[in-house]
């Protein structure tokens, strides 16, 4: 019978409501890209977006996505290992590889599938995991399904790192895992200091590359290209959801052996779908763009040196970022909503966040450049958080 559970769940929404952490979705009616109508009917300038490359609307992907649902049909209905590998699938893990400089690639649905199902094929109890402790849930959700012994760093701490290094010596084999770019500052791991201790204590080095894919390095490769460590990473994981088309797709790429052991033993991708053959194919697309011109990545690094210095010269407060990820401190969890929503008026869509999303007294907004935006865009955005900076004294 429902109705208990019912007055349960009433009452539970309720109090989330009360506590100011409902989330609401805003309605887009336009295709997700640097300036979108919402369902009020206002055209507004988007800055929340994991768009970082602009492609999400990208006539290069929708045209290759349209070819492939004309040649190759809508979907699988199917694993991998039965009936649902194409030759897209393949040429896309080959793409990908090649473009981290990995030896092989296995696709998932997502990266929170990639991740969910990276640990527990590969460790077990005699072993350990080593995590930031500002991963991505995915990653925490990944590491609980596995029997390793885990061990917890604060937030790129190296001397944090060390000990538990010296402490798991204790286990078989080590893995540290770490975001290589973190969501809410847009810092980046220090992947030359965790593959200095890799080296020292005999670790192997996962990296999520989710956020930097596409974005961090000259020419994007990631983290490992930002620290000159292409090929020296055990596991790489990364999304096709945020610069790469932004539609959904997930993959591990990495040490051959390992993803063959996925093939084998990893059950999101024993057990879940293989994505649709035009998004396969609009990923080969992105890739052969990418392996062609950096032009994307030089004007996404430019827009976000204009975006930060106009914002720091107006005297905001934005900690330093090494990706596309701008957080412009506030402090206070109701100014951040506040500026949010008078930004939204000003036609400019950003998000505040506060607490739990982010540490009590460290409310912010985050803005997310993209390739995309102009650089009217870009004043327009700045002007904004001029104006609404000085009506709720920000700034002067
Ligand atoms: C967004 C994100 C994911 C999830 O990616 P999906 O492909 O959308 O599932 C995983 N890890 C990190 C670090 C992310 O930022």
Known sequence: MYTNFQEFLKKELTSIEEAGLYKKERV??????????????????????????????????????????????FGMSSVRFICGTQDLHLELEKKIAEYFGTEDTILYAACFDANGGVFEPLLNEEDAIISDSLNHASIIDGVRLCKAQRYRYANADMA?????????????????????????????????????????????IMVDESHSAGVVGHTGRGTTELFDLKGKVEIITGTLGKAFGGAIGGFTTGKKEIIEMLRQRSRPYLFSNSIPPMVAAAGIAMFDMMSKTNELQDRLHANTEYF??????????????????????????????????????????????????????????RVQIS?????????????AFIKVGKELRVIK
């Not at 330093?320 to 939204?344: E, F, G, R």
Request: aromatic share 8%; charged share 20%.
């Open 28 to 73: 887009i009616v336009t295709p997700q890209q640097s300036n979108i109508k919402i369902s009020t009917g206002q055209e507004v300038l988007n800055f929340c977006a994991n768009n970082y490359l602009g492609l999400s609307n990208s006539p290069v992907l929708v045209d290759a996505a349209k070819k492939a649902l004309d040649q190759r049909g």
């Open 160 to 204: 944090e790192l060390e000990n538990c290094l010296k402490v798991a010596q204790a286990q078989r084999f080590r893995l540290i895992v770490t975001d290589g770019v973190f969501s809410m500052d847009g810092n980046v791991a220090p992947l030359d200091k965790i593959y200095e201790l890799a080296q020292k204590y005999n670790a192997m």
């Open 308 to 365: 930060v210095s106009g914002m720091l010269a107006a005297g905001f407060d934005i900690k330093p970022t090494q990706s596309a990820i701008c957080a412009v401190m506030l402090y206070d969890a109701k100014l951040s909503q506040d500026v949010a929503a008078k930004m939204l008026e000003e036609g400019i869509y950003v998000i505040g966040f506060y607490f739990p999303v982010v540490p009590r007294e460290q409310a912010r907004i």
């Open 371 to 383: 390739a995309g935006h102009r650089k009217e865009d870009l004043d327009k955005c700045i002007n």
